[in-house]
């Protein structure tokens, strides 16, 4: 290493705090489209573009996936073992990105149909049963719908239920799928995000969701052939920094891409042009110029 030049941790650290102020301009961004969105919803200020019935189902959508930003970056405040219980949380941001980029993408049919389905879900936790191993669970709300509104309820089910009786997901498109259709839709550019948001994080997070034994493995940096384990506190420190970098950008990457598609769907250039730009940040971070310069 150069004489004067960082070590890989120390730029690591720098780098992961550059990625946290990062993350929180996005998450004012966001909250700037929610306000939008409100604001638009209550007559008070009309956006350029977009449909009503979008509108309602991504403004709470949009509420959740910033509030998980200030969980992430809660997470992040110090390099720890907490940074395990943050590759979930980055997932759920790009789920629910990718829904919300999707209902964006095909309009107003994906917002009726994703609202019929929560109507539908919330219909079905009124009463919920679990039987396994000969034993029976069940609980009930104690309130009661209205005969009308149950028919009503009654008649949605079938589209969200198999042959077999099991439960519909809202879409029947995968992960990809959602992503070529906001591909079709949107810029290049908001899909080199996306796609790189989901790629680096996604396989896992679902891995450390199920508590497998290789997300054990994974956490501790023992995936990767010819990688000698952690021997010393700064060869952990680094493992975790890695770990840690890996959330801060697939976090980043989401909402970028959220605020792109945003930005596009309402005819927001100004909106755009503030996420690419902060986006640029990430280059001049002392673990990226390293890596970029090696």
């Avoid at 390099?79 to 949380?89: G, N, Q, V």
């Avoid at 019929?116 to 191993?133: G, N, Q, S």
């Amino acid at each position: 290493m150069p004489s004067g030049q960082p070590s890989r941790l120390e730029a690591m650290v720098a780098t992961n705090a550059g990625m946290r102020d990062l993350i929180q301009s996005q998450i004012r961004q966001v909250d700037g489209c929610l306000h939008s969105l409100v604001l638009n919803r209550d007559g008070l200020r009309a956006l350029p573009k977009g449909e009503k019935e979008v509108f309602n189902v991504i403004t709470t959508m949009i509420h959740m996936v910033g509030i998980s930003g200030h969980s992430i970056l809660k997470l992040t405040e110090t390099i720890d073992m907490s940074i395990r219980d943050a590759f979930p949380l980055a997932r759920s941001i790009i789920e629910g990105v990718v829904n919300i980029c999707f209902i964006m993408a095909e309009g107003v049919e994906a917002a009726q149909k994703a609202s019929r389905h929560a109507e539908v879900r919330a219909f079905r936790d009124l009463k919920r049963t679990w039987e396994i191993a000969g034993m029976s669970l069940s609980v009930s709300h104690s309130g009661e719908l209205s005969p009308t509104e149950v028919a009503r309820l009654e008649a949605m089910l079938p589209e969200f239920t198999t042959k077999r009786g099991s439960e519909r997901d809202w879409t029947d498109k995968t992960l990809k799928q959602r992503l070529e259709t906001i591909a079709l839709r949107f810029s290049s550019s908001t899909m080199t995000v996306l796609n790189a948001s989901a790629f680096n994080i996604y396989r896992h997070a679902s891995e450390i969701v199920h508590g497998s034994y290789f997300s054990a493995c994974f956490f501790w940096g023992l995936t990767l052939p010819g990688r000698p384990r952690p021997t010393s506190r700064d060869d952990l420190m680094l493992t975790l920094a890695d770990h840690q970098f890996s959330v801060l950008m697939s976090t980043a990457f989401a909402y970028a891409g959220l605020l792109e598609c945003f930005a596009d769907y309402v005819d927001d250039p100004n909106l755009a042009a503030e996420a690419k730009s902060q986006l640029e940040r990430i280059r001049e971070f002392p673990a990226i110029v390293q890596a970029m310069s090696e």
